[in-house]
């Protein structure tokens, strides 16, 4: 069974910096990247910055310049550094793994960002 343990997060002023953490633990194969999406009250969840098993990056444009995505293939993880945090950053996210066979979601970290 495969799961993907998220840590970091929490409450931060506008124009301040946090951090995701994301691990995936299990039998894991062929994953073609790592990513994380967010998802704010009434809204779909969107992607928000993903990397792949190459290192290639991709961002969101309202996130670039601002969040930078980072991982280890080897170990299955990805973190995303966020600063120069706005109000609207404020979402649950969520990170997110595709292999060649399935999905897998974490369970979701709330960051709130105050005006």
């Known amino acids: 069974q495969v799961q993907l343990v998220e840590s970091g997060g929490g409450f931060v002023q506008a124009g301040g910096s946090l951090r995701l953490s994301c691990a995936a633990s299990g039998s894991i194969r062929a994953v073609n990247f790592m990513g994380w999406y967010r998802q704010a009250p009434g809204n779909q969840r969107d992607l928000v910055a993903s990397?792949?098993?190459?290192?290639?990056?991709n961002y969101a444009d309202s996130v670039k310049g601002r969040f930078t995505i980072s991982g280890d293939s080897a170990k299955n993880t990805a973190d995303l550094q966020m600063n120069s945090l706005k109000p609207e950053d404020t979402a649950i996210y969520y990170c997110?793994?595709?292999?060649?066979?399935?999905?897998?979601w974490g369970q979701g970290a709330q960051v709130t960002v105050s005006s």
């Open positions: 997110y793994m595709r292999t060649r066979y399935n999905n897998y």
């Open positions: 990397i792949t098993s190459h290192g290639t990056t």
